[in-house]
C-alpha cells in the first residue's frame, strides 16, 4: 500500500514542549478559535456519558425536580440498578452477551493466528495470492446470502450465529500479519532446526514474542462482539437469548414499555432505569478503554500501512 | 538493494534442512536457477514441507469459504423466484426479472437516491472534520493537552451504534435534555431527532461524534512523518503558517487523503446501516430509507429473498465499480491507492 508514506523515520509522537525558533508565535485569535473547537468537541462527547451516568444514580425526588434529566445527582443512589437487576431480561442478556464474547474472542484469536502466521511465512501460495484474497474482502457478500447460509446451517435462534459470523476479520488479520511478518526469519530457523515443527514454533515462539498484538486485536474483537446488534436482530427471535444490545435498542432507543419487558413493577421513574440499562452496557467498555487506547493507535497504523 | 535480494532465497533453504533432502531433485536443475529466484521445487514437495502451514489455515478457509465465498455464490437467487421449501436448486429461474421489477419499483428507486443524497452529504462534510481535528491537534504544544483530547476524541468509536443512538435520545429527543431546557425557558421544543428534512444533517453530526475522532489517529501518523526540517526551511524563506501548510502539510498528507478517500468511496453505499434500523422509525422510511435497509425491509422482513437479493448484489455491484474507478483514478494522479500497481 503506501508505502512510501512513513518511509522517513515519524517524528516523535511526544512533542518536544518548546516551540521550534523558527514557529510563529501564534496570535490570541487563532489560539481562541482552536481552544474553542477543541472544548466543544470534547464537551459534546463527555456531556451525554455525564448525562446519562448521573440520571441513572439520581434519586427521584431531584430527578421529579429537575425535569427529567441531571447532572450531577445530589444524593446517589443505586435503586434503578438493584431494580432492572431484579427482573430477569437485563441480567441473561448481559449473560448472553457475555458468553458471546468470551466464546467468540478465544475463537477468532484461534482463526486469525493460525491463518495469519500460516500466510506470513513463505507456504505454497505466494503473496499475490493473498492479496487477491484480501481484495476480495473489501466486498461483502450481501444481507440475504448470509442470512440464508446462516439458516441453512441451522443457526437461526442460536448463540452461534451471533458468533460464528465475526470470528475473522480481515482488518485485524492484516494487522496479526504484518506484526509476524515482522520477527525476524533466524529465530524461526533456529527453533526449526531444533527439530520444533510449526505448531510448536507458533505456541512457543511467536505468540509469546507477540503478546501486545494478540491483546489488542483480542480486546478488539471483543468490543466488536459486544457492541454488534445486528446479528442478533436478524437472527434471533426468542427473547430469552437477546444480546445487551438488542435489549437496549427495544426498550430505550424504541422505548416501548420498559418496566413491562423486563418484568419488574417500577419504583423508581422509567428515566433512571432507562439510564441504569445504557450504563450497564457502557461500563465494559470504558473499563477496556484505558487498555485499548494504549495499544491501538500503532495497531492501527500498522496495519494501515503495511496492508 | 543486492544484499536484500541475495538474502531472500535464505529462507526457503534453511527450511528444507529437516525434510527429505531430495526435495529439489525434481523441479529445478542447476540450469534453471536464476540468481535471485527461490530455487524452485515440485509442487508436491512443496505440499509436503508446507503440510503443516496448511493446516493452520484450515480454520481460515473454512470461514472464508462458509460466510464469505458460497454466500457470495448465493447471490444466484437474485436471477430466480426464490422460494424457501424449494431451495436454491429447484426454485425457478427467471433470468433479469427481479431487477426490470427493481428498477420498475418506486420504492427502490427513492432508496436507491436517498443512499445516493445522503452519501454525498457525508462526503462532502464528514470527510474534513478529522482532517481539521488532526492539524489542530498536531499544532499543539501541550503534550499533555493533546493526550487528553486524544483520549476523549478516540472514545465514542468504541461505544455500539444502539449506544450512540440512545445518548443522542437523550440529548436532544422530544423529551431529551436539550429540549427540556428550551422549554423551561419557555420556548418550543425543536424535533432534531424526528424530523425528515434535516435527517441528512444529523446522521452526518452523529458520524462525526461517534467516528471522527477516531479518523484523526491515521493523519495524525502522517503528520508526524513530515520532515519537520521542511518547515523550517520553508519559514527561514519568509512562508507565513498558510503557505506551510498549502505547499508542505496538504503535499504531505496527499497519499493518506487519496487511500481515505478510496476506501471511503467503496464504503459509501453503505452509508451507515445500522444508524438507519436504529432510526428509520423515528423519522420514517421517507427520509431514512436506504438501499441496504430496502434490502432487510424487502427480503428478511418480507420475504422478497429474491428481490431483496437483487437489490444487494445491485448495490454490490456499484460499490465494485466504484471501487476499482477511484483507485484507477488514484494511479492516474500518480499515488498507489489501496494497492500499488506493481506487486513487489
Not at chain 1, 429537575?66 to 442478556?93: C, D, H, N
Not at chain 2, 496538504?250 to 478510496?262: E, K
Request: glycine share 8%; no cysteine.
Amino acid at each position: 500500500m503506501a508505502t512510501t508514506l512513513f518511509t522517513k523515520k515519524p517524528r516523535e509522537l511526544s512533542y518536544n514542549p518548546k516551540r521550534p525558533v523558527w514557529k510563529e508565535k501564534p496570535s490570541a485569535l487563532y489560539q481562541t478559535v482552536k481552544a474553542v473547537v477543541l472544548i466543544v468537541f470534547s464537551l459534546s462527547i463527555l456531556t451525554p456519558i455525564l448525562l446519562v451516568v448521573s440520571t441513572s444514580l439520581a434519586d427521584t425526588e431531584q430527578l421529579v425536580k429537575a425535569g427529567g434529566f441531571v447532572l450531577w445527582p445530589e444524593r446517589p443512589t443505586l435503586e434503578a440498578y438493584v431494580t432492572i437487576f431484579k427482573g430477569p431480561m437485563v441480567l441473561q442478556s448481559l449473560g448472553v452477551s457475555m458468553l458471546v464474547t468470551a466464546v467468540g474472542t478465544i475463537l477468532a484469536l484461534f482463526v486469525t493466528i493460525t491463518m495469519a502466521y500460516a500466510t506470513s511465512r513463505t507456504v505454497l501460495f505466494g503473496r499475490p495470492v493473498i492479496l487477491a484474497v484480501l481484495f476480495t474482502l473489501l466486498f461483502a457478500p450481501g444481507l440475504i446470502p448470509s442470512f440464508l447460509m446462516i439458516r441453512q446451517l441451522g443457526l437461526l435462534d442460536s448463540l452461534w450465529s451471533l458468533i460464528l459470523p465475526g470470528i475473522f476479520g480481515a482488518f485485524n488479520f492484516v494487522v496479526m500479519r504484518s506484526f509476524f511478518m515482522n520477527i525476524p526469519g533466524e529465530l524461526i530457523e533456529s527453533a526449526r532446526i531444533d527439530g520444533a515443527n510449526d505448531w510448536q514454533i507458533l505456541w512457543r515462539i511467536v505468540m509469546p514474542l507477540s503478546k501486545a498484538v494478540i491483546a489488542v486485536v483480542g480486546l478488539f474483537y471483543a468490543v466488536g462482539f459486544w457492541n454488534s446488534f445486528f446479528n442478533a436482530l436478524l437472527y434471533i427471535n426468542d427473547h430469552s437469548k437477546w444480546p445487551i444490545q438488542l435489549l437496549l435498542r427495544n426498550f430505550v432507543v424504541q422505548g416501548s414499555g420498559a418496566a413491562d419487558q423486563l418484568g419488574i413493577t417500577t419504583t423508581p421513574p422509567p428515566q433512571s432505569i432507562q439510564m441504569a440499562v445504557v450504563v450497564v452496557a457502557l461500563v465494559p467498555i470504558l473499563m477496556v478503554y484505558p487498555f485499548l487506547q494504549k495499544h491501538f493507535a500503532k495497531g492501527v497504523i500498522t496495519g494501515a500501512v503495511k496492508g | 538493494m543486492n544484499s536484500t535480494t541475495e538474502q531472500a532465497p535464505a529462507l526457503p533453504e534453511a527450511r528444507r534442512v529437516p525434510g527429505p533432502p531430495g526435495g529439489n531433485a525434481a523441479g529445478s536443475g542447476p540450469k534453471k536457477r536464476k540468481r535471485n529466484k527461490v530455487p524452485q521445487q515440485s509442487f508436491r514437495s512443496r505440499l509436503r514441507r508446507d503440510k503443516q502451514m496448511l493446516l493452520m489455515m484450515l480454520p481460515g478457509v473454512a470461514f472464508l469459504l462458509l460466510f464469505f465465498y458460497i454466500p457470495i455464490l448465493g447471490n444466484v437467487i437474485a436471477f430466480q423466484d426464490y422460494q424457501p421449501y424449494l431451495g436454491i436448486g429447484d426454485s425457478l429461474w427467471v433470468g433479469w426479472q427481479n431487477f426490470v421489477d427493481l428498477f420498475g419499483n418506486p420504492d427502490f428507486i427513492h432508496a436507491f437516491w436517498n443512499t445516493l443524497y445522503l452519501a454525498a452529504w457525508q462526503l462532502v462534510f464528514l470527510f474534513p472534520v478529522p482532517l481539521v481535528l488532526a492539524l489542530i491537534v498536531d499544532s499543539l504544544i501541550s503534550t499533555r493537552v493533546r493526550r487528553i483530547f486524544q483520549s476523549i476524541a478516540y472514545l465514542p468509536h468504541f461505544l455500539s451504534w444502539v449506544l450512540v443512538i440512545a445518548f443522542f435520545q437523550q440529548m436532544l429527543g422530544g423529551a431529551g435534555f436539550v429540549n427540556n431546557l428550551l422549554r423551561d425557558w419557555g420556548m418550543d421544543p425543536i424535533p432534531f431527532m424526528t424530523n425528515p428534512e434535516t435527517f441528512p444533517v444529523m446522521v452526518v453530526v452523529q458520524m462525526i461524534w461517534k467516528d471522527a475522532g477516531w479518523a484523526m489517529i491515521i493523519f495524525l501518523a502522517a503528520l508526524a512523518s513530515i520532515d519537520a526540517s521542511l518547515y523550517e526551511a520553508a519559514a527561514a524563506d519568509g512562508a507565513g503558517r498558510w503557505r506551510r501548510m498549502w505547499h508542505i502539510t496538504l503535499p504531505g498528507l496527499r497519499p493518506v487523503i487519496v487511500l481515505l478517500l478510496i476506501l471511503r468511496i467503496g464504503d459509501i453505499l453503505s452509508v451507515g446501516f445500522e444508524q438507519f434500523i436504529l432510526q428509520r422509525d423515528a423519522v420514517g422510511a421517507g427520509a431514512a430509507e436506504v438501499l441496504d435497509t430496502f434490502t432487510y425491509y424487502t427480503g428478511v422482513v418480507g420475504g422478497g429473498w429474491s428481490s431483496g437479493a437483487a437489490a444487494g448484489l445491485a448495490k454490490g455491484v456499484v460499490s465494485a465499480l466504484l471501487i476499482y474507478g477511484a483507485n484507477k483514478l488514484a494511479h492516474r494522479f500518480g499515488e498507489d491507492g489501496i494497492f500499488a500497481k506493481q506487486v513487489r
